[in-house]
């Protein structure tokens, strides 16, 4: 009986020892180990024996990325503006010894290290650079807080501002402010192209009376070439009726003058205006003009028969 009890408490001890010995750390997390309340090693996801009642897990650190709500506060401006600013921050435990030995509470900690960096470095921009540059906010706030984080076995992985709110009275100063600059622009705008219009209809009417001047310089240009050939045309004529006149006398100015007398007749004869004509008009001078061309005309007859008659051939009589 006694050697029964004894084995059964034996069972009973192993079984605890068993217990008390093997450690299962579940995948995502670390277990410090504490040897009489000092920290001896990190057991890594998996199944790990320790020295029973020797060895204790001290923190249980989860290693999986975490989310960290920054509550909203109120922040001023470079130029004292108020401004209602919360964030997110997101973070991971690279050293479970360090987060659990060297930092009393992780996440208060981070959480006030980020209320503080914003307020410092929203306060030193303008309001409209923190509504304008948030990527260079998040930037500045990841780099300051991951590298005050670093000691304490923390790797800080994005800082997002999730919203910024100004007042109500200043946004609506706001509102008024961008519709004035878009009237602004518009203005600008319209003015601009009041003054291209000008310019180009400026430029069309150049070029416009640059063309007409053209025309007119051609066209003048050309009635003083037919001025000048007409001209020419007088001269020729006038050199022929003189030459006419010089060779034929009286003549050759009765025959001129005639064929002039007929033309002006002719139309006067033919005027919408002239309803009634009267005759003789110096008909004696119209017959001696008429005169004149027969004896031209007799003359011409007589210098043809004279030209086309062969050298030494005797012309008949009467």
Known sequence: MGALIFVVA?????????????K???????????RFGRYTRTLPPGLHLIVPFIDTVGRKM???????????????????????????????????????????????AITNLALTNIRSVMGNMALDENLSKRNEIND?????????TNPWGVKVLRVELKDIAPPEDLVAAMGRQMKAEREKRATILEAEGVRESSIQRAQGEKQSAILIAEGQREAAFRAAEARERS???EAKATAVVAQAIA?????????????????????MG????????????????????IAGIGELAKEAQARGIE????????????
Do not use: C
Not at 11 to 19: P, W
Not at 247 to 267: C, D, H, P, R, S
Not at 270 to 289: C, D, Q, R, T
């Open 231 to 233: 001209a020419e045309a």
């Open 10 to 22: 034996f069972v009973v001890v192993a079984l605890v020892l068993v217990f008390a010995g093997v």
């Open 307 to 318: 030209a086309s008659r062969p050298r030494g051939s005797v012309p008949p009589s009467g």
């Open 62 to 108: 989860n290693m999986q990325e975490n989310v960290l709500d920054i509550p909203a506060q109120k922040v001023i401006t470079k130029d004292n503006a108020t401004v209602q600013v919360d964030a997110v921050a997101f973070y991971q435990v690279v050293d479970a010894a360090r987060a659990a030995y060297e930092v009393q509470n992780l996440h208060l």
């Open 24 to 34: 299962t750390v579940p995948q995502g997390t670390n277990w410090t180990i504490e």
């Open 270 to 289: 033919a005027s919408n205006n002239a309803k009634m004509f009267f005759l003789p008009v110096e008909a004696a001078g119209v017959m001696a003009s």
């Open 140 to 148: 500045t706030l990841l780099a300051v807080i991951d590298q005050a």
């Open 247 to 267: 060779g034929n006398g009286t003549q050759a100015i009765n025959y001129f003058l005639g064929t002039k007398y007929v033309e002006a007749l002719a139309k």
